[in-house]
């Protein structure tokens, strides 16, 4: 379960949240969908507790961001898009196992994880290779196996399929659909409201660091009177308080 409760995050004079409320039920796939800027990845930093919040908190299953760090350390995996920051001269088996040894894991679990992870990413061809020469989808693949490694409860993945093929993204939503068959709570950050059809019902939709809406996006269609996800995401964006 993630709470967010009245979170604000504050740059020098900018302010990145400000008192964003809104909640995710353990079991759910949520997302957060935003424009470029809006404030997705500061947020799901603060959950992460690599940023700390200027004001409010931010519960992960009933641990505080603010007051018990560790705790939620233990119970988070978060993956970011873009470049992923894998050692180039390890192979995939090794960045994934350095990743599990900082967690504490024992070297046995560690690797039984492994193997089962790089069964269902379909990454046994390349686990045992350097991933220096590896294309975008692969290290993609490197990654979301690094973040699952400890096999968190919560799991934040900011926008995970940029720049991955169909077969990589579809690939990727399955993995996601199969977490969440196992009772995890998976946070979706996305630009895009298609994507986030594809693999949410109930969204948060932030705008210059606001909330703007938070529910079903049935009710949102509703709402609105229409399917088009692109139309309703503007119509919320710029028409304020809803
Ligand atoms: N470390 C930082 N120092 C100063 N300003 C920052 C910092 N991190 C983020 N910001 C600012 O906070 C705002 C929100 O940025 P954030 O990265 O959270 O947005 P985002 O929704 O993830 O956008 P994108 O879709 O482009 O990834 C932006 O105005 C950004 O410039
Ligand atoms: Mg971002």
Redesign the pocket.
Known sequence: MIEVKAVSKQ?GT?T?VRDLTFRVEEGEVYGLL?E???????TMRMMATILAPTAGDIEISGFSVRHEPLEVRRRIGILFGGEVGLYSRLTARENIAYFGSLYGLPPSRVQERIDSLSRILEMEPFIDRRVGAFSRGMKQKVAIARTLVHDPDVILLD?PTTGLDVTAATIFRRMVTRLQEEGKTILFSS?NMGEINKLCKRVALIHKGRLRFSGGLDALRKQFGTDDLDDIFMAVVEGGEH
């Not at 470029?36 to 500061?42: D, H, L, Y």
Request: net charge neutral; aromatic share 8%; hydrophobic share 30%.
């Open positions: 740059f900018i990145a935003g470029n800027g809006a404030g997705k990845t500061t926008e630009h």
